[in-house]
């Protein structure tokens, strides 16, 4: 007698639908199903983009091509667009491009297409930056460097503008000055500014952690600008909430993320950032055929605490995931999602860094200390897979502590 196959799918390979990835194939050889089971992951492209390094002022290595571990593991890469799913039906559909993707079913699903950069509504759009994708890096990057070719003849070239002073912008505008530096010969009167709805920055630090990241603001030359409500942007002039202008050629956007908007096709509860909520499990109570792993995912982390759009959660999210999906398909144990650890690291330019540990972010370390940390515990290792499969097998275990 045939076995029947069975078709899981992993919508989204960035942080959570990689690890989810190499989970479900982990879980597979453990329950040794692996003939039953047919994986595919669906991604834009075929890389896996260490989003967290987009701020940096080096892009090379940013990304990572996830065939090197999809094609030995026997999982499928379909590079497409996804337009739209249909639950009811359990397919997917693809947006038509040049080469057409034809629709795909499943048996289980897990939704981890991730979450983008939500931009307010009075900036200009095309006519501003940000580093939510690669290409948009890339773009900023080459923007960058063809201001420091002219050598910045204008105000507005040698004005820099950040738009958003929590965790992203600050990583952006402290990087900033030092990637100008590197690339032209001179930076002459360069001004960067800061721009925060909020009466401060750093929203969600303690007192302590601001008043460091003032200073190191400070240190490094930038000006902030807060309580920036009703900001406007016209014809490449930021008027801020005093009415203040800022003639600028540069513009870079770190307003904050909402979830990928194919969460829509789903019935159940959602918060604010369009993320779905999800059982211990990490299923949709609506639809225990799909699971939701990393930004478009609302998860609990313990009793108090939902998970934060951040890899720290996303890729212990997605070894659950994998391991669940194919746990329920054959009658396995599905494990409970849980991570009561959390701690942040926030990058403050050269040599220094804010390391916090607790959701209450208490200080542990910061200057040089919490930069080798950012750069060589969290940038350089803990965000890449490994280059051996084995490895990465034995890491996608949803017990492995991140
Ligand atoms: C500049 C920056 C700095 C950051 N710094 C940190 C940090 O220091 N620490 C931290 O923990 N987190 C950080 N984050 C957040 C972290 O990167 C995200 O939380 C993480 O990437 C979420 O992982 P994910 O797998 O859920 O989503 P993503 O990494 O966004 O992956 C989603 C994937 O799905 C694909 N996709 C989406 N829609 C579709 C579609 N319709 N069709 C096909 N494919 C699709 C995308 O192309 C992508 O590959 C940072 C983010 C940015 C942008």
Redesign the pocket.
């Known amino acids: 007698m045939t076995k029947v196959m069975k078709h899981l799918l992993i ?7 990689f690890w989810s990835a190499m989970s479900a194939a982990r879980q597979a050889r453990e329950l040794g199903v692996r003939g039953q089971l047919k994986i595919t992951l ?4 075929e890389y896996l ?1 260490l ?2 390094r ?2 940096e002022a080096d892009l090379t290595g940013a990304r990572i091509p996830l065939r090197k571990w999809l094609v030995p593991l026997g999982i499928d890469l379909v590079v ?3 337009a739209r799913i249909i639950p009811a039906s359990r397919h997917i559909q693809f947006v038509k491009g040049p080469t057409a993707v034809p629709d795909i079913a499943y048996d289980q699903l897990i939704l ?4 983008r950069q939500a931009y307010p509504d009075f900036v200009e759009r095309g006519r501003v930056f940000s ?2 994708t690669f290409a948009e890096a890339t773009t900023l990057d080459r923007h960058l460097r063809a201001l420091a070719a002219t050598g910045f003849p204008t105000p507005a070239s040698r004005t820099f503008v950040v738009v958003g002073g929590s ?2 912008g600050l ?1 952006i505008v402290t990087a900033l000055p030092s990637k100008l530096e590197h690339l032209a010969r001179s930076t002459p009167r360069i001004t960067f500014h800061l721009i925060e709805q909020a009466p401060e920055i750093g929203l969600g630090y303690p007192p302590d952690a601001r008043l460091y990241i003032m200073e190191r603001l400070r240190h490094l030359g930038i000006t902030v600008h807060t309580t920036q409500k009703g900001l406007r942007h016209e014809q490449g002039c930021l008027i801020l909430a005093d009415k203040q202008q800022l003639p600028t050629e540069t513009v870079i956007v770190a307003t904050g993320f909402t979830a ?1 908007s ?1 969460a829509a096709a789903f019935d159940g509860p959602r918060d604010r950032l369009g993320r779905l909520t999800v059982d211990t499990f990490l299923r949709l109570p609506a639809h225990p055929e799909v699971l939701a792993a ?3 995912s609302l998860a609990k982390t313990d009793p108090d605490h939902y998970a934060v ?4 959660h ?1 890729m212990p999210q997605g070894r659950t995931a994998g391991h669940n999906a194919v746990s329920l398909l054959f009658n396995g144990s599905p494990l409970p999602y849980s991570q009561p650890r959390y701690r942040t ?1 926030l990058d403050l330019g050269p040599g220094d860094a804010l390391v916090t540990a607790g959701w209450e972010r208490h200080i542990i370390t910061t200057g040089l200390e919490a930069k080798v940390i950012k750069t060589e515990e ?1 940038l350089n290792q803990a965000i890449s897979p490994p280059m051996d499969i084995t490895d990465t097998l034995a890491m996608a275990s949803p017990v492995t502590a991140l």
């Open positions: 919508a989204g390979g960035g942080f959570a639908g669906i991604n834009r492209d983009g989003r967290p987009f701020y497409g667009e996804i981890a297409t991730g979450s580093v939510d965790f992203t990583e990928s194919l990393g930004d478009i759009m951040s890899c720290q996303a690291c969290i």
